[in-house]
């Protein structure tokens, strides 16, 4: 078991209030806004006739506790048909032309903002994993569990300077980078994690 209170979350109850309100009052205001977006992206997928237009998969969030994220699917329906988990990265030859201008330009994502209006998720702070990645992970580093104190996010430090995660490797620098987010959060660090988000996206830079 790792070091009680080895690694501590930085805000306090009220900016964690601050922080909730906001979740609330932007994936709201996100969804309303964004619905002819998220209109269009399911008429698109819908025509494709291969699936479902939403894709659903179990993550780990606050507390180990388990949760369905939801993204516009990108992935055949049997791409895991052996079940083994495959990383997405493994997967891109699969995808077809509306899947890839989804995933290249993030709108696949859009469907978390109902993630993160109902709790499951905040905008900001560590990407949910799978269980049978969290395990493999804390085969390595059994501190993974200090980040269950925290929403999972649907952006985060790691995510912007750490890249796609397809390794092992790559999987813990992402949890060093996601423990010392923990510590060092503030509503600042989130406003600026989520303007940099904005900006590489809207400059066509992959994260």
Known sequence: MPEQN??????NWVE???KRTFDIVASFCGLVLL???IAIVSYRLHRQGDG???FRQQRIGRGGRPFEILKFRTMSVDYEADGVP???EKCDSQLTPVARFLREHHLDELPQLWNVLVGDMSFVGPRPERKYFI???MEQNPDYEYLYQIRPGVTSMATIYNGYTDTMEKMLIRLQMDLEYLQ???LWLDL?????TASLIGYGKKI
């Open 35 to 37: 619905s002819p977006a």
């Open 192 to 196: 600026r994690i989520i303007l940099t």
């Open 184 to 186: 060092k959060r503030s």
């Open 16 to 18: 964690r209030a601050i």
């Open 6 to 11: 080895k690694y501590v979350d930085g805000m």
């Open 86 to 88: 495959l990383l997405a």
């Open 52 to 54: 479902p237009v939403i």
């Open 135 to 137: 395990d493999k992970i």
